[in-house]
Nanobody
């Protein structure tokens, strides 16, 4: 069974940092591009960032997080990461790990809540 389990969310002040993790199982993690998506209160799913598979993987980010978020992966640990710095109020959302390039689903985890508040 394919499974994605996110963790690392929490409450942080504006300007703070968080590191999200997503552990994958049930499929060959290293053979797939992976993405992060988020859903803010009352809004639809939004693609955030993607990372290709293979050596020297490429990455991409939605404009609102460029320069602040960094996506990475450890194929030995079947784990995807999202380092989030300089967090803003508008980054508040449930963050999901998804399988694929620039995707918001359908394969995704249960999500982890990120709340940016003073």
């Amino acid at each position: 069974e394919e499974q994605l389990v996110e963790s690392g969310g929490g409450l942080v002040q504006p300007g703070g940092s968080l590191r999200l993790s997503c552990v994958a199982s049930g499929f060959h993690f290293g053979a797939y591009a992976m993405s992060w998506a988020r859903q803010a209160p009352g809004k639809g799913l939004e693609w955030v960032s993607s990372i290709l598979h293979g050596r020297g993987p490429g990455t991409d980010y939605t404009d609102s997080v460029k320069g602040r978020f960094t996506v990475s992966r450890d194929d030995f640990k079947n784990t995807l990461y999202l380092q989030m710095n300089s967090l803003k109020l508008e980054d508040t959302a449930v963050y999901y790990c998804t399988r694929g390039w620039k995707t918001t689903g359908p394969t995704r985890g249960q999500g982890t809540q990120v709340t940016v508040s003073s």
